[in-house]
C-alpha cells in the first residue's frame, strides 16, 4: 500500500486554518477534526473523502436499532454491528501503522489503534442519538455508555467487547501497574481526544528519524489546540533543527527559554545552549 503523502503547502494551510477554527468553535467536532488530521497526513485526502467519510458514519448509525434500551444493549448493539458485521477491530500490528491514527483510512481498512476504532464507536453511536462519551484509560482508550454511576464501558480494539470491573483494572494495571481510580473513567472531551491522537502519531514518528515531517505536522496541530503542553513548543523546536532549520529552531528555542525562566533558571541556561549550539551549526 502507497505510504501517505503530505499535500502541498496551500492546502496544509487551509487545514490548519481550519483545524484551528474548528477547535476553537463553542463544540468542536471529533470527526472533523480527525479528517483533518487524515488531510494534514495524507494529501489524497480531499473535500470530497472527507464528506464521504461523514456519509459512511452516518449510514453505519443508520443501521442501529432504534433506541434499544439502556446503557448495555447500547453497547451490544454497537458490538453486534461494528465488531461483528463490520470487522472493526484492531490487532498489535496496527500499532506499527500510520494509517491506524488517520480515521479516513481507519473507516477504510476496519482496522486502528484503539483511540481511533474509539472515535468509529463514537461518533456512530452519537449520530444515533446513544449516551456515549470516550474514556481514556492509561494506555488503553475505551468508550462509555450511561451515567457514571451506572456505566457500562466497550473495547473498540478488541470488536467492542463490554468491559466489567476487572476487565478495565487489568488494561489499567498493564498499561501502568497502578490500580484503576474512578478519576479515569471521566468522559474525555473532543479536544482531549484529538490531543492523545496526535501524540499517539508524534510517538509513531519518534521512533522512525526519517519521518520527522510526521513529528513536526503533528507537533504543529498540537500547538494548533487551545490548550496544550508548553513543552511542545521545545520539541517543535528540536525538529526544526534537526530537520536543518537552524534559524528558526534558534529561535523557538529562544523564546522557549525565556518562557520557563521564570520557573526554572537552571533548564532554561540549558535551551539557551542549545539555542547557540543550533546557531553555530551555521557556521
Known sequence: MRPPYPPPPERSAEVRRRFAEEARSERPDLSTLCLLVGAEADGALDEAGMDSAQVELDALAGRLPFRPGGPRSWALALR????????????????????????????????????????????????AGAPVYGVALPGHFVVGFGPTDDQVLADPFDGGRVLTGGDAELLVAGATGAPLHP????????????????????????????????????????????????????????????????VDGAVELEEYAELISAVDEAAAARVREQAQAARAMLN
Not at 515531517?213 to 534537526?242: G, I, K, M, N, Y
Open 80 to 127: 453486534e454491528l461494528l465488531g461483528e458485521r463490520c470487522g472493526f477491530r484492531g490487532s498489535a500490528a496496527d500499532y506499527q501503522r500510520l494509517e491506524s491514527s488517520l480515521l479516513h483510512e481507519v473507516l477504510r481498512r476496519r482496522r486502528g489503534l484503539p483511540i481511533l476504532l474509539s472515535v468509529v464507536w463514537l461518533e456512530v453511536a452519537r449520530r
Open 183 to 246: 478519576s479515569m473513567l471521566t468522559p474525555a472531551d473532543p479536544l482531549e481526544v484529538v490531543l492523545r491522537i496526535l501524540n499517539n502519531v508524534r510517538a509513531w514518528a519518534a521512533t522512525r528519524p526519517e519521518r520527522t515531517d510526521v513529528a513536526l505536522w503533528a507537533v504543529e496541530l498540537s500547538l494548533l489546540l487551545p490548550s496544550h503542553p508548553a513543552r511542545l513548543r521545545f520539541e517543535r523546536a528540536q525538529l526544526l533543527v534537526q530537520r536543518g532549520d537552524f
